[in-house]
């Protein structure tokens, strides 16, 4: 019988070598079905928007969770290897740290080819911001904002969960991401349905986005970047974010790569201007978003490393 770490490993290997090929049935894709099947059944009840909201939340989480969990039951009792080959699945669709790594790169190729269209094309892949009328360093900027902001809900914190709870827990977290994704939105459809699920997404991934600025200090010291910069920087402008959890981890990549997030971006034709985060007035470039993309990539390989050690460690003790 193979051990839950080396189940977990497993599965991150197979998202570094076949990330989300399209053309695969993908777990985490059927939660957002879910969620809208869901959402569509408890508008049409009488129930305030707030309490629908907070039982799509039951239902949608509660429901991936224990489907989850029967699924890797189920395949278990035809035969063990079933089972354990369901949980390294499951794992491996709650991961997206080659695809994000993927994304990023494509927009850096696009702009060393001096391909500006294809560019803005491709970085509207990622990003909600409009990209039209973007310069090469506004695509830049975009491109690596996105690696870091979706360090931790694509990355570290999936291997947070899968760590202490196995499958269940990480298809648990993505549940509750793809609510926030699909829910969170502060407008008059979402302000109040989406409340649980904007308030729950930030309640999970409170303590990974913290955890993980510790392992991307030490990514980037690996990686001879800017370790005082991160604290400096997470110091400034964390708690300046609008998402009490984003700013960790953009604080930590804009202190580490020595650039400035931030400033004004339009949405949907509207203009926002974004509080800028970081301690130096770097400006972003084709290099800043190869470099995001190491540290990512850095930072998830010493996540899971440091989560394997620590459970080999604490196993006596449990």
């Known amino acids: ?40 059944l408890l508008r049409r009840t009488a129930l305030p928007l707030r309490l629908a909201g907070i039982l799509a939340v039951l239902v949608v989480v509660g429901g991936s969770a224990g489907i989850a969990g ?21 794992m491996y669709s709650c991961f ?20 500006i269209e294809l560019a803005r094309q491709k970085v509207s892949f990622i990003v909600g911001r409009d990209t039209a009328a973007l310069t090469a360093s506004g695509i830049a900027l975009a491109a690596t904002e996105s690696v870091a902001e979706n360090s931790v809900d694509g990355v570290t914190a999936p291997l947070f969960y899968a760590l202490l709870f196995g499958p269940v827990g990480a298809f648990a977290y993505k549940a509750i991401n793809t609510l ?15 409340w649980a699920a904007a308030k729950l997404d930030d ?23 800017r370790v005082y910069d991160i604290f400096r920087a997470i110091r400034q ?29 339009s949405y949907g034709g509207e203009f926002h201007n974004s509080p800028l985060l970081g301690v130096r007035a770097g400006e972003c470039s084709s290099l800043t978003i190869q470099q995001s993309v190491r540290l990512m990539r850095m930072t998830a390989v010493l996540f899971l490393a440091l989560g394997v050690g620590g459970r080999l460690l604490l196993q006596p003790i449990i």
């Not at 019988?1 to 059927?30: K, N, Q, Y």
């Not at 740290?97 to 060393?112: F, I």
């Not at 926030?180 to 989406?194: A, H, I, V």
Request: net charge negative; proline share 5%.
């Open 237 to 265: 402008g964390a708690r300046l974010h609008a998402s009490p959890n984003a700013g960790y981890p953009e604080c930590a990549y804009a202190g580490a790569l020595g650039v400035t997030f931030g400033g004004g971006r």
């Open 203 to 225: 309640l999970a991934n409170y303590l990974p986005a913290r955890v993980t600025v510790l392992v991307i200090a030490l990514a980037a010291a690996i990686s001879k970047l």
């Open 70 to 90: 029967l699924l890797v039951a189920l395949a278990t009792t035809v035969h063990p290897v079933a089972g354990m080959a369901v949980a390294i699945y499951i």
């Open 1 to 40: 019988m193979l051990t839950p770490e080396f189940l977990l490993l497993a599965s991150f290997v197979l998202d570094l070598i076949f990330g989300d090929p399209r053309w695969m049935p993908h777990p985490v894709r059927s939660i957002g079905w879910f969620a809208l099947q869901t959402e569509s």
């Open 96 to 115: 997206a740290v080659k695809d994000l790594g993927d994304h990023a790169e494509a927009v850096r190729k696009a702009l060393d080819a001096d391909d």
């Open 180 to 194: 926030d994704s699909t829910f969170g939105y502060k407008n008059e459809r979402y302000l109040e349905f989406g």
